[in-house]
């Protein structure tokens, strides 16, 4: 099993992910936060010979010809190891905070991946380009503004998916689907899997193969100190998370869809470092992977490797040293 991990930082970026592959991982992961979500990426792919991915470039403030860009550029520097995830985010955040139309999104981001699909096949192929969808109209690319082909072809464009109809296209149109990080076995057996079986069943075979990427949250520890460490670090997150109503679903999977309004509330009220008060140990253990570094990786093998050969992994705690090189070395064991 492959293991990617993220950077959080900008100028430290080149820096851990040359620790992280020290340490043993086989990729590094950025995410739309505090810093841009390429430019991490550059310094990384520049300083070591992981994986990149982004996980994800918000798609919807972007134009198509900027994500074909950037990505174009993070394939070179990587030697063709680099990933373009998207996503959504949500309503408030893509009108509010990036002043940008949200309505309809998955055909919003069925017509993105195929406007990046198209730019993709004018560098590589020389192909005109002639992208004509509901949302984004791409018909010009000159010689001068197109990049040379890549020895390792296109960039494969992953769409990061919870909801069933947005998992279901992204097993239709994309190279990939990656699982969001709150989920747990029942849910991504019941909900995901289905929704990617439907999807796949509409799917062109030229595509090729789709991949399944879960995101887990992983809970671990070698004794009882440093699993209270990681404990507290995810049920932290968890509790952000389920503040948060797209993630209600698989709340509610589990039997704990009520926590979700309450949930809201204290985020209203100020309370953010009450939230991990309400992730019960129960909820932890099924929406987390929680255990030893030899029982996670048990774990995530028995319960992913029959969709996939790699996993991204959070782990939302000041981990031990050591506990990270035993953690992925027992994972590509798995």
């Not at 099993?1 to 340490?23: H, N, T, W």
């Not at 192909?127 to 197109?146: I, K, N, Y």
């Not at 048990?298 to 992913?304: D, L, P, Q």
């Not at 050591?322 to 590509?332: K, P, T």
């Amino acid at each position: 099993m492959q293991v990617l991990l993220p950077i959080y930082g900008l100028v430290d970026a080149a820096a851990e992910a040359a620790r992280l592959e020290r340490a043993g991982v086989d990729g590094v992961f950025t995410f739309e936060g505090p810093h841009d979500v390429f430019l991490p990426l550059a310094l990384a792919a520049a300083a070591t010979d992981l994986a990149v991915m982004t996980n994800v470039a918000i798609a919807f403030p972007r134009n198509a010809v900027h994500l074909a860009h950037s990505s174009w550029d993070l394939h070179t520097l990587s030697g063709g190891q680099f990933t373009l995830g998207l996503g959504t985010q949500i309503r408030t955040h893509v009108e509010r905070r990036f002043g940008a139309d949200f309505d309809r999104p998955v055909a919003r981001m069925r017509d993105t991946v195929e406007a990046v699909r198209a730019i993709f096949s004018t560098w590589q192929d020389g192909e005109p380009l002639d992208h004509r969808g509901e949302f984004r109209t791409h018909t010009l690319m000159t010689p001068v503004f197109s990049p040379q082909p890549a020895e390792w072809g296109p960039p494969p464009v992953v769409v990061g998916g919870l909801g069933p109809k947005m998992c279901a296209m992204a097993a239709e149109v994309a190279d990939g689907l990656a699982v969001m990080p709150v989920t747990s076995e029942r849910f991504f057996s019941e909900r995901t899997m289905v929704a990617v079986e439907e999807g796949r069943a509409r799917r062109d075979p030229a595509r090729g193969p789709l991949e399944v990427l879960p995101e887990l949250i992983v809970c671990t520890g070698r004794d009882e100190a440093e699993m209270a460490v990681a404990e507290d670090g995810c049920r932290g997150l968890l509790g952000f998370y389920s503040s948060t109503p797209a993630y209600r679903p698989v709340f509610e999977c589990e039997g704990y869809g009520e926590i979700q309004p309450v949930a809201r509330s204290m985020t209203k009220e100020g309370r953010w470092d009450e939230l991990s008060q309400l992730i019960e140990a129960p909820l932890l253990e099924r929406i987390a992977v929680r255990g030893t570094p030899a029982q996670v990786a048990a774990e995530i093998s028995r319960r992913y490797s029959a969709h996939t050969e790699r996993v991204a992994v959070y782990l939302p705690y000041g981990i031990a040293d050591g506990l990270l090189e035993e953690l992925i070395d027992e994972l590509h064991r798995a």
